[in-house]
T-cell receptor
Framework: AQRVTQPEKLLSVFKGAPVELKCNYSYSGSPELFWYVQYSRQRLQLLLRHISRESIKGFTADLNKGETSFHLKKPFAQEEDSAMYYC?????????FGTGTSLTVIP | KAGVTQTPRYLIKTRGQQVTLSCSPISGHRSVSWYQQTPGQGLQFLFEYFSETQRNKGNFPGRFSGRQFSNSRSEMNVSTLELGDSALYLCASTRSEGETQYFGPGTRLLVL
């Protein structure tokens, strides 16, 4: 079965510092990969997907098939980035989510 | 356009009871997926419905079931509730395959 691993439950960085949220997946094929974000008291929402190769709110994520990773990065963290982040993979119509990383940006 | 709605938002039940949760997708969305969210396990996929047919099912016992109606609204049922079923149940709708999932606010179920 597919598995998505987010090794860090909690991550704290200072405002303006770079941030990287780690995500590893286990799948021999070519999954679709996503990052979802949940801000305090808001719904879970899509942040970005690897096939779009886009940067949303300054975040980027590169699929590394050799390392089976899809780490989320931002060069300069902002206070409003504090949230819960979930990495997810999709095969067919089924999503597999990681357990999430809670990011706190310290002012 | 109204977002995904879920009812009820909060629910308290006792062990052995059953519960039905409802999800109304965004207008025009035909796919509805259900997830269970707990602090220890994160988000776990329950099942996905498209055009009234279950297309995918996660690794949950048969006590968890669902259905989808012709208007795309979906219900999830859990029978013989256990303490471990306490969780936030999320549904998400998609217009079609490959499109973005939009999540509802969730139904928080507490089993006593």
């Amino acid at each position: 079965a597919q598995r998505v691993t987010q090794p860090e439950k909690l991550l704290s960085v200072f405002k303006g510092a770079p941030v990287e949220l780690k995500c590893n997946y286990s799948y021999s094929g070519s999954p679709e990969l996503f990052w979802y974000v949940q801000y305090s008291r808001q719904r879970l929402q899509l942040l970005l997907r690897h096939i779009s190769r886009e940067s949303i709110k300054g975040f980027t994520a590169d699929l590394n098939k050799g390392e089976t990773s899809f780490h989320l990065k931002k060069p300069f963290a902002q206070e409003e980035d504090s949230a819960m982040y979930y990495c997810a993979s999709k095969t067919g119509n089924q999503f597999y989510f990681g357990t999430g990383t809670s990011l706190t940006v310290i002012p | 356009k109204a977002g995904v709605t879920q009812t009820p938002r909060y629910l308290i039940k006792t062990r052995g009871q059953q519960v039905t949760l409802s999800c109304s997708p965004i207008s025009g969305h035909r796919s509805v997926s259900w997830y269970q969210q707990t602090p220890g396990q994160g988000l776990q996929f329950l099942f996905e419905y498209f055009s009234e047919t279950q297309r995918n099912k996660g690794n949950f016992p048969g006590r968890f079931s669902g259905r989808q109606f012709s208007n795309s609204r979906s219900e999830m049922n859990v029978s013989t509730l256990e303490l471990g079923d306490s969780a936030l149940y999320l549904c998400a709708s998609t217009r079609s395959e490959g499109e973005t999932q939009y999540f509802g606010p969730g139904t928080r179920l507490l089993v006593l």
